[in-house]
């Protein structure tokens, strides 16, 4: 599938799970929030949402890609960046878990109708957790709302362009052996529970020129080397400039840690920037494994490739 060359992107950590100052930049590449000079603290919370500036062609187009677990991490975060939701000028949800869509439905109505949604519409389904705990769940994002909160709806099974700048993958084709998903995460389909297969869930592609590709993930259930090797099959491009996302490594236990590791090394990206529900015991593997290409997400974080 033909991608289209942009000059460079930039990714800013909105949402994450973490907030650590004396995490190391990467001068040019990735740069870290300091405090004292931004108008108000950053919250760290359970949930993901990027901001990405694209420029192509001479322009600049801002992606949302995710809206974190709730409006006040979002909000809160969005306004000590910087930034303010007139710049947005599309959305991507990666997958229908509210810790990537919670505020949604206030960024839509405070923005204000017209603004194009694209998701998967999977995402539709009520999705439950079966932890040792008990049950966590059913939460579904609804298209009725959005609709009636002015979203212009951009739905896709299988890959699409995001306004002929960003590919998103549709439905991920499975490749690795030791990438399958959890058990405990279920779906409700016409009123029926089953396990969730993730179809839903789909990675933002852009093609830098000159670096090479820049995979996101949300949180990755597909596996982020099925995402990127699928990157790669889609748009024709080996190089990886960049992966970023949520990984959801530590719940899969040693094998699935160590094949995500086997495959990172094997793709030889530029930057590995994870967090969000890769897991600690995962990012410690990570950071042990790939000590010059990784780095863990923190929110207010800026990659820029």
């Known amino acids: 599938m033909q991608v289209p060359n942009v000059q460079s992107v930039t990714v800013e950590i909105l949402v994450d799970n973490f907030f650590d100052i004396f995490e190391p930049s990467r001068p040019g590449v990735v740069e870290r929030a300091v405090l004292g000079r931004l108008p108000k603290p950053l919250l760290a919370a359970h949930g993901l949402a990027l901001l990405l500036t694209v420029t192509h062609n001479g322009g600049q187009s801002r992606i949302l890609m995710d809206t974190g677990n709730s409006p006040l991490s979002f909000f809160n975060n969005l306004e000590a960046m910087g930034h303010g939701l007139e710049e947005v000028d599309a959305i ?5 878990h509210p810790d990537h869509y919670g505020a949604l439905l206030e960024v839509l109505q405070r923005r204000g109708p017209g603004l194009p949604v694209y998701l998967h519409p999977d995402c539709y389904f009520p999705k439950l957790l079966i932890t040792p705990r008990g049950r966590v769940g059913p939460y579904a994002l609804e298209r009725e709302k959005l609709a009636a909160a002015g979203a212009q709806l951009q739905e896709n099974r299988e890959p699409a362009l995001l306004r002929d700048l960003a590919l998103l993958t549709g439905t991920v084709a499975a490749t690795t052996p030791y990438e399958k998903p959890l058990p405990g995460f ?7 529970e089953e396990p969730d297969p993730f179809s839903d869930e789909q990675a933002l ?3 830098v020129a000159g670096k090479g590709l820049v995979v996101i993930g949300g949180c990755c259930h597909p596996g982020i080397i099925n995402m990127t090797q699928y990157a790669r099959k889609l ?3 080996d190089q990886i400039a960049a992966i970023i996302g949520g990984f959801h490594l530590t719940a899969g236990g040693d094998d699935l840690i160590n094949g995500t590791i086997n495959g990172l090394t094997e793709l030889n ?3 590995v920037l994870a967090g969000h529900c890769t897991g600690f015991k995962a990012l410690t593997r990570l950071a042990a494994a790939l000590p010059d290409n990784f780095m863990v997400s923190c929110v ?5 490739i």
């Open 186 to 192: 279920k779906r409700l389909v016409q009123g029926h």
């Open 235 to 237: 748009t024709g491009v």
């Open 92 to 96: 991507f949800i990666s997958h229908g």
């Open 205 to 207: 592609v852009l093609n």
């Open 269 to 271: 990206p530029g930057l």
């Open 300 to 304: 207010g974080t800026k990659v820029m």
